[in-house]
């Protein structure tokens, strides 16, 4: 079992940033990889970055060169530093942790932009 707990989310001018926070607690050595989704009202869940054990990283062609995803183990906790910021970039973002084939989430954190 794992929690995710997230922290971060907010409003901000368009070009931007904020820095979404992920703070992991439970069976957290057993983490394959975490990573951030986002979903939009009435669309699907997408896939916004992931980091795995072994800090391979992915990113999502929509925000590759504006966000950059991060851990501190020792924190055990998943950052989503979010750059240049754009107002399609409103919506909900949840914290994702794939632990031995089980997804976990966070309860999601809001971003807002302006523009």
């Known amino acids: 079992q794992v929690q995710l707990v997230e922290s971060g989310g907010g409003l901000v001018q368009a070009g931007g940033s904020l820095r979404l926070s992920c703070a992991a607690s439970?069976?957290?050595?057993?983490?394959?990889?975490m990573g951030w989704y986002r979903q939009a009202p009435g669309k699907q869940r997408e896939l916004v970055a992931t980091i795995t054990s072994s800090d391979s990283t992915y990113y999502a062609d929509s925000v590759k060169g504006r966000f950059t995803i991060s851990r501190n183990n020792a924190k055990n906790t998943v950052y989503l530093q979010m750059n240049s910021l754009k107002p399609e970039d409103t919506t909900v973002y949840y914290c994702?942790?794939?632990?031995?084939?089980?997804?976990?989430w966070g309860q999601g954190t809001q971003v807002t932009v302006s523009s």
């Open positions: 994702h942790a794939l632990l031995l084939g089980h997804n976990y």
């Open positions: 439970g069976s957290i050595f057993s983490i394959n990889a």
